[in-house]
């Protein structure tokens, strides 16, 4: 039985060992070779092919009999090594390993930017300067602008009609330049004027449009930001603003104003000009965080009247400009109200402009009609200086308003000061703070005979009595010494004070301050 079973499975003739011998080798044989097996299917075989490999963790494994164990190890051994191909088939392929990058050079340094100092362009304001022109008013990086070369460029953008089949078609400006009107003044942020100017009207048609402004970081046109500057609705366009008659005779453009200011000295300033100038005059202050409550309150009556416009312009801390931006805002003013009167005026709220001799303001400035700007000069008042006849110690000077009280003239001759001038506002592309340079016509520095103007220095920011040293009136001619400074006793601001008040209360009504 043995003998047969032996032959049937195909073992080689020959004389038979004993059966204790056979009966014990052959399961151990089959067992060591399985494992074999099963060790190497584990090693060639990926781990996710493990779980469902036919070699799990409990085969259904058949009693192994001596008769058929030679053939399903056969069979067995194909199968792991067919398994195993496949398996090894369907694995991706191993990534190149990329090659170990050189050692950095010790002494090649590198730069990491971070954050950014000052922006490209700062727009306040855009405005149409005519009918082929437009200005865009706003603050650019200073060393930009000194040690670079930007640049700008204006395109107009008519807007497309509903039932048009395609966008309407831009319109380059033939001439775009950019003008810098603070004198080198500018600190982190200068002032920068940008005029475009078209060969054709932009939104002859009224259909509306919007004006665009690129403004580049340097000379390549690749690398530049797109601004929208302007929009203009349909039937906006007026071409007849830019014509005479004027809504005003006279503007004020007044600059930042910041820092404590005595309302007191803000409403006495106020009704002086309100009636130096006349009904037809308009007064634009710009509040930089100088407005407290109580000046507020000044002015309200005033803008209630329609005689005077507030504009909040504290933002403007934000941008690091000279004195608080104040070139940046008096080109926007000039630019806003452009053709809206004959003259712009440009001064501050602690000056006074006078005319001398009994002048009217129409005959002098029909004398000076020929120019595009006149200059104005100053007469230096004395900020501490009051006068105070012997004897009269009983009289309440606190009732009397600061240009009353403050008679004390500079009398220092032949010395430079800073002028304040006018404008013809039609004929200016930019402006500053004490004249323009940037003008069509001519210029008169002449006008001492004409016009002047009283600086009563530092005294807006006196919040209580400006007088803080009394003495008496000189005789007539004679001069009063103070910190080493000859006075002139000018009671000609004194005179008109009665005036002044008067025409308040008629005006605006009875105020207290």
Known sequence: MRGEAAGTAGIAAGPAPPALLCFDLKPFLAALTVLTLLTAAWQLRPYHSLLASPFSACPDLPAVKSTSLPSRLVSLHAKATSSSSGSNA?????????????????????????????????????????????????????????????????????????????????????????????????????????????????????????????????????????????????????????RPPHRYDYLYCGSSLYGGISAARVREWMAYHARFFGPRSHFVFHDAGGVSPAVRATLDPWVRAGRTTLQDVRAQAGYDGWYHNQFLVVNDCLHRYRHAARWTFFFDVDEYIFLPDGRTLEGVLAELEPYT?????????????????????????????????????????????????????????????????????????????????????????????????????????????????????????????????????????????
């Open 373 to 513: 700007q006149f200059t104005i000069e100053q007469n230096p008042m004395s900020s501490r200086l009051c006068a105070r006849d012997t004897g009269d110690h009983k009289n309440d000077y606190s009732n009397q308003w600061g240009f009353e009280k403050l008679v004390f003239r500079n009398s220092i001759t032949g010395v430079r000061r800073d002028r304040k001038y006018a404008i013809q506002a039609k004929n200016a592309y930019a402006t500053g703070v004490h004249m323009s340079e940037n003008v069509i016509g001519n210029t008169t520095h002449k006008t001492e005979h004409l016009i002047r103007y009283y600086h009563y220095h530092n005294t807006i920011n006196v919040l209580g009595e400006v007088c803080r040293e009394f003495v008496p009136v000189p005789p007539k001619g004679g001069l009063t010494w103070s910190e080493k400074t000859p006075w002139y006793y000018d009671d000609s601001m004194k005179r008109l004070a009665n005036a002044v008040r008067e025409f308040e209360k008629k005006a605006i009504g009875n105020v207290s301050v």
């Open 90 to 242: 369907s694995s991706p392929p191993k990534q190149q390993e990329r090659p170990a990058s050189p050692r950095p050079d010790p002494n090649r340094r590198e730069f990491r930017a971070v954050g950014s100092a000052a922006a490209l362009f700062v727009q306040m304001g855009a405005y149409r300067g005519g009918p082929y022109t437009f200005a865009v008013v706003g603050l650019a990086s200073k060393p930009t602008h000194v040690y670079g070369k930007p640049w700008f460029r204006c395109e107009w953008v008519p807007h497309t009609p509903p039932n048009a089949s395609s966008p309407a078609r831009p319109i380059r400006a033939a001439n775009t330049y950019h003008m810098l009107p603070d004198w080198g003044y500018g600190r982190v942020y200068t002032v920068v004027v940008v005029n475009c100017t078209f060969s054709a009207a932009p939104n002859a048609d009224n259909a509306g449009g919007r004006l665009f402004l690129n403004a580049y970081y340097g000379r390549s046109p690749a690398r530049y930001e797109r601004v929208e500057a302007l929009e203009e609705a349909p039937g906006a366009y007026d071409e007849a603003a830019f």
